[in-house]
């Protein structure tokens, strides 16, 4: 032996890589009908990269699904149809709006786009006989996620119980099924915010433009600043006014904030993220504040 | 804060992210051991805690009416742990500093979740077993540490905590040192390390306390830093278990057909002489791609994909290994087994076992004995083993297993029990040898 120990050492970001591209092939080997879940957030992009490494040159073996809450913002659907275009992947898109019109979910008016997602979602994976589908959730997000295993077992209403979860030892994942049900997988649930943003500053990868600072018509609603827009019709006392910002996540428009940002590079996000003393779904989703338990509740009914 | 560890900007930190190395490790204590305020305040003075979470964790223990910031707070996830204050299942916690990012598996101390501490274990490089100093090690403490050994954690460390409790007494520490100590000679534990501690006030923790002058060793966190990590790994014994056949059937990639895997031992390199499990094919290793790059050589746990000069058939289940250098495929496994369900393992039972990359059945053959994890002793009467119990099983196993021993490598000698009507995982095995 002439190499030394030293030598043989992997970054941690390398580490990282390595385990979720062996969790996307596990998956890929051992489910009949996997799909991947796709927001156009950075977490699913990342995703989107390690789907494209673990099984290059081949192509991703599996669909990706992208829930429209018909409140997107276009610069995310924008990003969405490159990267599906450039990897030559399927894309199935999943409408709330259809959903409502089919009454599959009810929009009583008062209900975030984010909860409608749930029914909408369980009825796409259900229509489309998946039996396991890969979500963006990391377990630094957030107390309930903490606890939530790789394969995340969901009954045949695609609820998770928290309390009937699955040993997950060492890298031995269990993908057993019963008819009806499927497994969440979630192949980054080591990654932390940072991580994400170092990975996608080192692989060069495109995200939506709305992460970069940018001038925006806003206004205040709740603590948060929210684009203005069409579905976000006003209420009295508010308005709007240009300000320089970016947005920390993606989601639903009228419940997204953005945050008042001159980091127009990643390397300028990695500083401002390194430094932010709020985590970011506390500073800028407002589905998350309703409880302090919310997050726990959407999962157990099918959230991602 | 002298140490240098907290000066640091995060952005300082977040610069050296991308070049920084990993480690995992596994926390045990009881409720009551300090071990939630403990992770806490690791959390908290290295600043990875948002002000936003530390505001609902002040809030909370306002309206508890405690005296003090309840950093336990910080990892009790979810609302029915909440309601009862205690940690019922492994939780994962990420935190980094300049040289380390970290990730903890939170694991609960009580009787019953031995399954969770074999869980978060699992994937270790450390161990931290809390010990209360006003109460010396306990039934508990003992417990964890066997936990740890048999799952071959090869770094241990006893955090002696409440030391503001017992007025700093350097005694006391050097009891519960000593009586540690003569107990880890019966494990397997390559490197132990004692430190004394106050997780509510933070002396040794990050900071070197002014309250235990007496004490010369490493602070927690600088232990936790600076715990070499890099050599745990098998890196002589080639083992590259066969996950999924790459081929892209494309007109650009036409022929081209690899083997993707995570290599669980040695190093490979293209030239080498290999040899394909269980059919014994020879060929060599033609190259090894890590997406559009070839390198030169791969090593755990680097997940890469690699191609073989012969077309010979190779397939999801099968492991590369050198010619001079392969594990044996047997069909008779001897190993340590943790029971996690109600219903007992017992003589006769089949189950769905996974090795590595193989899925096949397993019919228990023999349970030789139950160990005492609190005592180490082999109750060899037994003839089951109960939710939470550890013994040493028999299994004859369908196909060949392509397996080592567990004390050799962490990947090749580690499988997991199935329920084949539930679907759920309920056992977890240590090879001890195949034959």
């Known amino acids: 032996m002439t190499a030394t120990h030293a030598d043989y050492r992997l970054s941690q970001l390398d580490q990282l890589e390595a385990e979720s591209i062996h969790i996307f092939r596990e998956v890929a080997a051992e489910f009949e009908k996997p799909v991947l879940m796709f927001s156009g957030g950075k977490d699913s992009i990342v995703m989107m990269r390690l789907a494209e490494k673990a099984f290059y040159p081949a192509k991703i073996p599996f669909p990706v699904l992208q829930v429209d809450t018909g409140y997107d913002f276009p610069e995310v659907l924008a990003c969405r149809d490159n990267w599906v275009s450039r990897l030559g992947a399927r894309l199935i898109v999943a409408s709330v709006e259809e959903a409502i019109a089919d009454g599959v979910v009810i929009d009583d008016g008062k209900t975030s786009r984010n909860r409608l997602q749930i029914g909408t979602l369980l009825n796409a994976l259900e229509e489309g006989g998946f039996t396991a589908a890969f979500g963006g959730g990391r377990r630094d997000e957030e107390k309930a996620r903490a606890k939530e295993r790789v394969y995340s077992h969901r009954d045949e209403f695609g609820q998770w119980d928290p309390k009937m979860q699955r040993p997950e030892l060492w890298s031995l994942y269990n993908g057993r099924i019963h008819e009806g049900e499927h497994m969440r997988i979630f192949p980054i649930s080591n990654w932390t915010e940072l991580d994400i943003w170092h990975y996608i500053g080192r692989e060069g990868i495109e995200i939506p433009s709305i992460y970069f600072s940018h001038q925006r018509r806003v206004f205040e609603r709740d603590g948060m600043l929210l684009t203005e827009s069409d579905y976000n019709p006003l209420r009295s006392g508010e308005t709007v006014e240009e300000r320089t910002v970016r947005f920390r996540t993606v989601g639903d428009l009228t419940l997204t904030g953005c945050v008042e940002s001159e980091a127009d590079t990643i390397d300028k996000i990695i500083d401002e993220v390194a430094i932010a003393r709020v985590t970011e779904r506390g500073a800028t989703r407002g589905d998350d504040r309703f409880s302090e338990a919310a997050m726990e509740d959407r999962k157990k009914e099918g959230y991602f | ?435």
């Open chain 2, 1 to 435: 804060m002298s140490d240098q560890t907290t000066d640091l900007t995060k952005a300082e930190v977040a610069e050296q992210t991308r070049n920084m190395d990993l480690l995992r490790f596994a926390t045990a204590g009881s409720v009551d051991d300090g071990k939630s305020t403990l992770i806490g305040r690791l959390l908290l003075d290295s600043k990875s805690i948002f002000e936003d979470q530390l505001e609902a964790v002040e809030a909370t223990s306002q309206s508890k009416g405690y005296d003090y910031t309840d950093l336990a707070l910080l990892t009790d996830g979810l609302r029915s742990e909440r309601e009862q204050g205690i940690t019922i299942d492994v939780a994962y916690r990420y935190f980094a500093t300049p040289s380390r990012k970290f990730i903890i598996a939170d694991t609960p101390g009580h009787v019953q979740y031995t399954r969770n501490m074999v869980t978060g274990a699992s994937t270790a490089d450390l161990g931290l077993v809390l010990v209360d100093a006003r109460q010396g090690l306990t039934e508990q403490s003992r417990r964890h540490a066997v936990i740890l050994s048999l799952l071959r954690v090869p770094h241990l460390v006893l955090a002696v905590n409440k030391m503001d409790l017992v007025d700093f007494d350097e005694a006391i520490y050097e009891r519960i040192h000593a009586e540690f100590t003569q107990f880890a000679t019966k494990l397997n534990i390559p490197d132990l390390v004692v430190i004394p501690i106050s997780a509510l006030q933070g002396d040794n923790v990050v900071t070197r306390s002014e309250n235990m002058p007496w004490y010369s060793g490493p602070t927690l966190m600088h232990h936790l830093e600076h715990v070499h990590v890099a050599s745990d790994r098998d890196l002589v014994d080639v083992r590259f278990p066969v996950q999924y056949v790459v081929r892209p059937k494309s007109d650009e990639h036409h022929d081209y057909r690899g083997y993707g895997g995570m290599v669980a031992g040695g190093v490979l390199k293209p030239g080498d002489e290999v040899v394909v499990l269980p059919s014994g094919m020879t060929s060599k290793i033609a190259g090894i791609d890590l997406f559009d790059r070839e390198i030169t050589e791969a090593f755990p746990p680097m997940s890469v994909t690699v191609r073989l000069e012969d077309d010979v058939d190779v397939s999801r289940g099968d492991m590369i290994a050198r010619v001079n250098n392969a594990p044996k495929p047997s069909q008779d496994i001897d190993a340590m087994v943790c029971w996690m369900t109600n219903e007992p393992l017992r003589p006769r039972q089949k189950l769905a076992i996974k090795h590595t990359t193989r899925s096949a059945r397993a019919l228990v053959k023999d349970i030789q004995y139950r160990l005492d994890v609190n005592t180490l002793h082999r109750d060899q009467d037994t003839k089951e083993l109960g939710l939470n119990e550890i013994g040493r099983v028999q299994l004859r196993t369908t196909v060949p297993l392509l397996c080592d021993p567990y004390s050799k490598n962490r990947t090749t000698g580690s499988f997991i029990l199935i329920d084949e009507a539930t679907g759920v995982t309920v056992g977890a095995g240590m090879i001890n040898s195949g034959s």
